[in-house]
């Protein structure tokens, strides 16, 4: 079920086991969220909450990603995205070029999706090497439990990663010099109430940097984690 804006005024609200809620992809600026406020109640969470790659969307060949703490691009490995932490370098040809900056986020209220990472680059005169897409970063779930004594308890899954950059590419098999895209950073997880409890998984981790193809095979940046 595709949710943006939930709010439950009494009584309380069960994902049960076996379903899924998602939100809508963001792709260059914050549209969707996972929220859901029960006033009067608990919200309980046997299922799965998935907001995996539906942060900002990574950089296409050769441009920068979208979004805040998007990585940027350079000649070898596109940077991994920013998000609750910096994104790691990619690897370049000369040198390492910097990575996604951490987004000015609040520690106690955190509220954006994952950067996104940076699409890798070609060395100069490799003529058809292609770099990586950027990954995606995760998006942003909220759940409070407003009363007095509200609960959240987790037993199933709440995901907000990154998704992992591209891999460089040589049509035909050649040697030349293509930089793997930048992992995607994680999103956001917000649980808000006076009791938090579960033997639940939840998770916001960056994407791994796409591989490199030619001599050193130095990957892109890691995204930084939501």
Not at 25 to 40: D, G, P
Not at 178 to 185: E, I, N, S, T
Not at 211 to 221: D, F, I, K, L, V
Request: charged share 10%; net charge negative; hydrophobic share 30%.
């Amino acid at each position: 079920h595709g949710v943006s804006l939930l709010e439950v005024l009494n009584g309380s609200l069960v994902i049960p086991a076996g379903w899924t809620m998602t939100h809508g992809a963001n792709a260059t600026t914050k549209l969707h969220v996972a929220s859901i406020t029960v006033t009067n109640g608990d919200i309980i969470v046997d299922g799965t909450i998935d907001a995996d790659a539906r942060g900002f969307s990574g950089g296409g060949t050769s441009v920068g990603a979208n979004g805040p703490g998007g990585g940027c691009v350079n000649a070898s490995g596109g940077a991994g995205g920013g998000r609750g932490g910096n994104g790691t370098d990619g690897e370049n040809i000369n040198g390492f070029a910097g990575g996604g900056t951490a987004v000015t986020n609040s520690f106690k209220s955190p509220s954006l999706p994952g950067g996104a990472g940076g699409a890798g680059g070609s060395a100069s005169g490799c003529g058809s090497a292609t770099g990586g897409t950027g990954g995606v970063g995760g998006g942003v779930v909220f759940l409070r439990a407003a009363s007095a004594g509200g609960r959240i308890t987790v037993t199933g899954t709440i995901g907000a990663d990154g998704t992992a950059g591209g891999d460089g590419v040589v049509p035909g098999g050649g040697v030349a010099d293509a930089g793997g895209g930048g992992g995607g950073a994680g999103g956001t997880i917000f649980l808000w109430a006076d009791n938090i409890d579960g033997a639940g998984t939840l998770r916001a981790n960056g994407g791994v940097g796409g591989n490199r193809t030619a001599q050193s095979g130095n990957p892109g940046g890691y995204g930084g984690g939501g």
